[in-house]
């Protein structure tokens, strides 16, 4: 008897062909991309959009905090909001009343008086403008809470 002897190295595995597999797969997706339907009047029944309760802005005090009188309209517009405006030098004032301008040192008081209106809810608009320094706005906020407001929105004014 002869015996044939295999060397360790060599590997006893035969290779797995998967290329009509991956045909085959193509030729299906294929196959049921044609043959579906696609129709345009298909209405899916979307749930209902619910908005919250709208708050009415007339109640709310606004305040507005702009740029003083001396820096004009060219000159806005090459700010950056790092200049230096203090809260002295901005011209604060309540919405309703645009013409009476408020110093920066009765600004907690006027707060406080008109949030004590009756009817008012204890919240406040921050209207200022877009090139205004972050740190007048930080101080009319802390003036805000020493007012004792409760909700502060800040919303962005740009000057046309």
């Given amino acids: 008897m002869i015996r ?11 290779d797995l062909d998967i290329t009509p597999m991956i ?9 049921f991309m044609v043959t579906s339907v696609i129709s345009k009047k298909a209405n899916p029944d979307l749930p209902k959009s619910v908005a919250g309760d709208t708050e009415e802005v007339d109640k709310q005090v606004m305040l507005v905090l702009d740029f003083p009188e001396g820096i004009d309209e060219s000159h806005r517009e090459s700010l950056s909001g790092s200049q230096d405006i203090t809260l002295q030098q901005a011209r604060i004032y309540f919405q309703d009343n645009r013409d009476e301008s408020i110093p920066a040192s009765e600004l907690a008081g006027r707060l406080e008086a008109k949030l ?10 921050l209207q200022a403008s877009r090139k205004m320094p972050v740190g007048v706005v930080r101080e009319v906020l802390k003036l805000a809470t020493r007012a004792n407001v409760e909700n502060v929105s800040v919303a962005v004014w740009i000057p046309k």
Avoid: S
């Fill in 4 to 14: 044939i002897r295999r060397h360790a190295d060599e590997v006893d595995e035969e």
């Fill in 23 to 31: 045909d085959m797969t193509f030729l299906l997706l294929i196959f």
């Fill in 116 to 125: 004590q209106g009756p009817g008012r809810p204890k919240r406040l608009i």
